[in-house]
């Protein structure tokens, strides 16, 4: 099974409100990852985690906040947002064995987020 | 120059018709490609990857990599109506970020039946 799941489909939101994005995936992964799609762009990574732990933040704004509460789940915290923030949240997990990861990477549906 | 350069098409083809899709790249440290078919409004599907030169095939896909012209391939046979998306070039430095994936634009293919 090689099945992430994402948590909503889709999500409206003012820029004054707090929400969550939540991603699962019971594959055994222990590396999980946030990226942000803009239509017609291909992903941007946001967030890394491996074994628990942030591996890399690329220079996400603080109105972004991620968590791993456990080996299967990441969260996406959002508050504060902006327009331009509006995008396609993608979550992703891979393998954590040693080699190459990158190119083991599960992509879930994505949550559609959009801002007014 | 952009790390990896893939043409955005669009490309439209008839049902049956053999489809070639295509991505270069400049970073010579690239070791690992991915090939990946994305559904509108859809999260990316991981097709196929491969780590060498040659090529590697699953059905009615087949992925080429070759390393000295930095050049990659993704070949559909019979191509059908249900394989209209895009498709992502994606790379990978094995050594540098164990974690990162270089992405090409796209490619939005259209099968017509």
């Known amino acids: 099974d090689t099945e992430v799941t994402q948590t909503p489909k889709h999500l409206v939101m003012g820029m004054t409100n707090k929400k969550s994005l939540k991603c699962e995936q019971h594959m055994g992964h222990r590396a999980m990852y946030w990226y942000k799609q803009k239509a017609k762009k291909p992903p941007e990574l946001m967030f890394v985690?491996?074994?628990?732990?942030?591996?890399i933040n690329e220079s996400v704004p603080s109105r972004f906040s991620p968590e791993c509460p456990n080996s299967s789940l990441l969260n996406l915290h959002l508050h504060a947002l902006q327009p331009e923030d509006s995008a396609l949240y993608l979550c992703?997990?891979?393998?954590?064995?040693?080699?190459?990861?990158?190119?083991?990477?599960?992509f879930g549906p994505g949550t559609r987020l959009l801002v007014l | 120059q952009k790390e990896v350069e893939q043409d955005p098409g669009p490309l439209s083809v008839p049902e049956g018709a053999i489809v070639s899709l295509n991505c270069t790249y400049s970073n010579s440290a690239f070791q690992y490609f991915m090939w990946y078919r994305q559904y509108s409004r859809k999260g990316p599907e991981l097709l196929m990857y491969t780590y060498s030169s040659g090529n590697k095939e699953d059905g009615r896909f087949t992925a080429q990599v070759d390393k000295s012209s930095k050049y990659i391939s993704l070949f559909i046979r019979d191509s059908q109506p249900s394989d209209s998306a895009t498709y992502l070039c994606a790379m990978s430095d094995p050594g540098g970020s164990n974690y990162k994936l270089t992405f090409g634009k796209g490619t939005l293919l259209t099968v017509n039946p």
């Open positions: 992703a997990s891979s393998q954590e064995d040693g080699l190459s990861r990158a190119e083991t990477q599960y």
């Open positions: 985690y491996s074994y628990e732990k942030l591996s």
